[in-house]
């Protein structure tokens, strides 16, 4: 059974960090399409960073490039999201996702989020206060 078990979350203030983990049980990250999604009140899911799932690079969404960084730590089996300059929208509930058929540099290069990931986490609360 696939399961993502997200934590790191937390309420910090307007220019802080935090670290968000996702760890992955019942198969192996290497080599799988994982990311970062985020939903704040009132908003529609966005997809935060994303590791391609055949050449193993990061994309990110433009709010956030430059601020976020996600890695993967395969010896672990846990994706990260290190996340510096926080902004008040940056204000969401953070959710590891993992699996999809969409998620090429191709397409991503292309703007193109996947939209068919296939196992999910129950999500972390990430709250910036100003």
């Known amino acids: 059974e696939v399961q993502l078990v997200e934590s790191g979350g937390g309420s910090v203030q307007v220019g802080g960090s935090l670290r968000l983990s996702c760890a992955a049980s019942g198969y192996t990250i290497r080599s799988v399409c994982m990311g970062w999604f985020r939903r704040a009140p009132g908003k529609e899911r966005e997809g935060v960073a994303v590791i391609s799932s055949d050449f193993g690079n990061a994309y990110y969404t433009d709010s956030v490039k430059g601020r976020f960084t996600i890695s993967r730590d395969n010896a672990r089996n846990t994706l990260y999201l290190q996340m510096n300059s926080l902004k008040p929208e940056d204000t969401a509930m953070y959710y590891c996702?993992?699996?999809?058929?969409?998620?090429?540099?191709?397409?991503?290069?292309?703007?193109?989020?996947?939209?068919?990931?296939?196992?999910w986490g129950k999500g972390t609360q990430v709250t910036i206060s100003s």
């Open positions: 996702a993992a699996y999809s058929s969409t998620c090429s540099d191709r397409r991503l290069r292309s703007g193109v989020w996947p939209d068919d990931m296939g196992y």
